[in-house]
């Protein structure tokens, strides 16, 4: 069964710190996606990468970096020079796909509070 | 314009109580989803429909039941509300999903429901 596991509930730095959220997942399609979503206070889902298993680049966008790692099966999302408005809970997901519809299974979430 | 939309976004209601929910897109999308945020912010996913044809059906109560009368709209209903429904309760919407081509789901700002 697929399963995405974010070991960390909850990271607190301080403004400008770099920080690495992590996420491991499992699953035996030798074909998937893996996505990011961040989730503010303000409680809407915010879709942030969508990655297929087969481009394993690093991606960046801004201050936004994400990295895959097939062999380990992780897909670490890293934001650099954090400011207080990145404080939000961070979702990692993993897609199966269902006749023309795809399932989401997702990460516990990590709880990510940057402070002043 | 905003592209996935639902109401009510708050919902509070006795248990025993019937109630839907409605979610509508206007990006052109196949396929619409509904997920379930519980009070520890996991997000599971109930079901998925693809141009009015339910495609997931995930082990949920038949006291919930979606429609779908096209495929820019997706509504929940829900019968006999019982205190473990108070969620947050997510639609989304993406492109139907072709072999293994993920797709970008869409969501909804969430309804809040809370049964007292």
């Known amino acids: 069964a697929q399963k995405v596991t974010q070991a960390q509930t909850e990271i607190s730095v301080v403004e400008k710190e770099d920080v690495t959220l992590d996420c491991v997942y499992e699953?035996?399609?030798?074909?998937?996606?893996l996505f990011w979503y961040k989730q503010p206070p303000s409680g809407e889902l915010v879709f942030l990468i969508r990655?297929?298993?087969?481009?394993?680049q690093n991606e960046i966008s801004g201050r936004y970096s994400w990295n895959f790692q097939k062999s380990t099966s992780s897909f670490n999302f890293t934001i650099t020079a954090s400011q207080v408005v990145d404080s939000a809970v961070y979702f990692c997901?993993?897609?199966?796909?269902?006749?023309?519809?795809?399932?989401?299974?997702f990460g516990q979430g990590t709880r990510l509070t940057i402070n002043p | 314009d905003t592209a996935v939309s639902q109401t009510p976004k708050y919902l509070v209601t006795q248990m025993g109580n019937d109630k839907s929910i409605k979610c509508e897109q206007n990006?052109?999308?196949?396929?619409m989803y509904w997920y379930k945020q519980d009070s520890k912010k996991f997000l599971k996913i109930m079901f998925s429909?693809?141009?009015?044809?339910?495609?997931i059906n995930e082990t949920v109560p038949n006291r919930f039941s979606p429609k779908s009368p096209d495929k820019a709209h997706l509504n929940l209903h829900i019968n006999s509300l019982e205190l473990g429904d108070s969620a947050v309760y997510f639609c989304?919407?993406?492109?139907?999903?072709?072999?293994?081509?993920?797709?970008?789901?869409?969501f909804g700002p969430g309804t809040r429901l809370l049964v007292l």
């Open positions: 990655r297929n298993s087969f481009d394993e």
């Open positions: 429909y693809n141009n009015k044809e339910l495609i």
């Open positions: 989304a919407s993406s492109q139907r999903v072709a072999g293994y081509v993920g797709k970008t789901q869409y």
């Open positions: 699953t035996r399609d030798t074909t998937y996606y």
């Open positions: 990006l052109g999308h196949d396929t």
């Open positions: 997901a993993l897609s199966e796909a269902i006749r023309g519809a795809q399932k989401l299974v």
